[in-house]
């Protein structure tokens, strides 16, 4: 590495320590002959084609300066090759200068958890090849430079600063994560957002309002851009004049409207419940009294998942009561829903009922299955019962709609748990769940195998963390009949049907690989498998682990060992998987030898 690389490397540490100049003393950058990529100088990672600085990683390192990023940018050797920066969850205060603008090849900027303030520099938006950008937790101020002309953006997280303005028209689609939340954002959230990203991206923006948020835009000005609301201030034209008699007009025009339909609507109710004390609650094929203009109302304004279903004669099966639930349709469809998620088997919605208990009602879609084979496969599924598997509570089924309800689970995914805003996950817990997970699956497979029931669908957003934050498995066999390649009464298992236990295999594999590397399944465009099994191949394992798994000395041959289970897991031969109850006992192997080695050094 050139000298002048290498002294501005010694120069931005000492900044960013910020120990009177000093370099942190646990790093080990020296300023003697050693080189940054020879003699691998801790978090500077090298291009070996060409020995240039790739990658500067000195998350959680205590340091507490201030950001030289200057410095950085303005070398021009530098600039040409830093393409990961990444200092999250230290104390670095200052601002993120303008010049940023110069470190062009930039694909990651990770600046999380500091005490950083200022405005985001308008030249951000000039790193065209910037894919992942996570400014959260800091004091960061001023509004967001227009940053959806970055095509290749595919995470942004700016959650808990004192970010203003609008949100800019992103293409959200691109986006794997998206947060806003807490900051002072205002106006109308982009309709593109729909079906993207729920409410929880957007919470804590007092000003901020329209779907995901249960908030509607109710105010007119809300429409206005921020320019148009400044010139408002200064005295209306005629033309406005015109434009807010017009808006006034269609304000009352909309009252009126609703309360007519307010009126319409407790009718209605009457009316459904008519049409439920009609039927003998099991007969789920029993046709009630509604009226059909009832059934518009509810849909449209009651809950958005009985929309287009037009069938809310039927009810709902409860298949078990855990204490304080209660369930009735008519509760679920007039309880407030918000929508949480669109995923490939359909939508997800929470629901609050009366009585303040939360459940998610899962719509599932496009599922050619006749009532009687899914009402008979629902009630196979919930009598297969492992603590860390959730059961659905109720379902619904008619021919246009099928509905799913599940506990609520307060503390998120393994997925948010791993990808989200920094926490300290450790290697026990990530241990521990593995084995939990395994453990519960191979239960699962052992109990319905026989049916040809496998999960289908197996991923770290389908782990659930419970209020112990111990793992769940959510959605167990819900994944489409025809995507399970099998069906419940096509019973002898043949040796088609014997690879979707491969399939869960694969899926589990790749949670292991998740909970190892800390990495994103589809980050960058790169598939995780490939890119381990291909560090593994050139003999680099250690390069795999999570760095924060590393940085807590977590011992190397466990992760090892664990890895080699996922590895094997992943195999691109379905039949060279081992099965769920051999890698159970693989990984509790693996977690006996960890308690071991815990009781030794207490
Ligand atoms: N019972 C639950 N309690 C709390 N959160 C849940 C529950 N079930 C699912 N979620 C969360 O809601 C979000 C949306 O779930 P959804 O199942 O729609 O998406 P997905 O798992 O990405 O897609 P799919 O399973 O359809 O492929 C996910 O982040 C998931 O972790």
């Not at 790093?27 to 600085?53: A, E, F, T």
Request: hydrophobic fraction near 40%.
């Amino acid at each position: 590495v050139e000298d002048e690389v290498k002294r501005t490397l010694i120069q931005f540490l000492a900044q960013v320590s910020g120990n009177d100049g000093q370099q942190n003393s646990t790093l080990i950058w020296r300023q003697d002959s050693s080189d940054p990529c020879k003699d691998l100088w801790q978090g500077v990672y090298c291009d070996p084609q060409n020995m240039s600085i790739k990658r500067l990683l000195l998350d959680r390192l205590n340091l507490s300066g201030n950001l030289g990023v200057a410095m950085l940018c303005n070398l021009q050797p530098l600039a040409a090759s830093l393409a990961f920066l990444s200092l999250d969850g230290n104390k670095i205060s200052g601002v993120i200068a303008s010049e940023i603008g110069n470190c062009k090849q930039l694909t990651h900027l990770h600046l999380s958890g500091n005490k950083l303030t200022g405005d985001i520099p308008s030249s951000l938006a000039m790193l065209n090849n910037l894919k992942s950008l996570d400014i959260s937790n800091n004091e960061i101020s001023g509004p967001l430079p227009n940053l959806s002309r970055i095509s290749g953006l595919n995470m942004f997280l700016a959650q808990n600063n004192h970010l203003r303005g609008t949100i800019p028209a992103f293409d959200f689609s691109n986006f794997d994560q998206f947060n806003v939340s807490f900051n002072n954002f205002s106006g109308r959230i982009p309709k593109n957002v729909y079906g993207y990203f729920s409410a929880d991206s957007f919470l804590g923006n007092p000003e901020l309002c329209g779907d995901p948020l249960p908030k509607n835009c109710s105010d007119q000005f809300m429409f206005l851009s921020e320019t148009q609301a400044k010139e408002e201030s200064k005295g209306p034209s005629k033309q406005q004049i015109l434009m807010y008699s017009g808006y006034a007009a269609l304000g009352v025009i909309i009252v009126l409207f609703v309360v007519l339909k307010l009126c319409r609507r407790e009718k209605g109710i009457e009316a459904l419940k008519n049409g439920i004390g009609a039927t003998d609650g099991g007969g789920i094929e029993k046709h009630s009294n509604v009226s059909s203009e009832y059934k518009d109302e509810v849909s449209r304004s009651e809950f958005s998942v009985a929309s287009e279903s037009r069938m809310v004669s039927q009810s709902l099966i409860v298949l078990s009561r855990p204490a304080a639930i209660e369930l009735k349709l008519e509760d679920l469809l007039r309880a407030p829903a918000e929508l949480i998620g669109r995923g490939k088997n359909g939508s997800l919605y929470k629901v609050i009922l009366d009585n303040g208990i939360m459940v998610v009602v899962k719509r599932i879609k496009d599922w050619t299955i006749s009532s009687q084979d899914f009402k008979q496969r629902m009630q196979i599924l919930s009598q297969a019962k492992d603590p860390h598997v959730l059961s659905p509570l109720a379902f619904y089924c008619s021919k246009q709609e099928k509905l799913l309800v599940y506990e609520y689970q307060q503390n998120g995914s393994l997925f948010k748990l791993l990808h989200g805003t920094p926490k300290t996950f450790d290697w026990t817990s990530r241990l521990g769940i593995a084995a939990t997970i395994a453990e519960a699956l191979s239960f699962m497979h052992q109990e319905l195998g026989h049916h040809g029931i496998v999960h289908g669908n197996l991923k770290s957003s389908n782990i659930l963390l419970n209020k112990n934050m111990e793992p769940c498995i959510s959605e167990y066999g819900v994944m489409g009949m025809d995507d399970q390649r099998g069906s419940i009464f096509a019973s002898p298992i043949d040796a088609g049907a014997l690879d979707i236990f491969k399939e869960d295999v694969y899926g589990f594999g790749v949670i292991l690989l998740e909970l190892l590397t800390g990495k994103l399944v589809k980050g960058n465009g790169i598939d995780l498998t490939d890119w381990v099994q291909s560090v593994v191949r050139e003999e680099w394992t250690g390069e795999v682990f999570d760095k924060s798994l590393i940085s807590e000395y977590a011992s190397e041959e466990r992760m090892v060992n664990l890895l080699q289970v996922a590895i094997r897991c992943v195999n691109r031969s379905p039949q060279a998987r081992p099965g769920m109850n051999q890698i159970a006992l693989m990984i509790n192997t693996i977690k006996e030898d960890e308690e071991k080695s815990l009781i030794y050094e207490l």
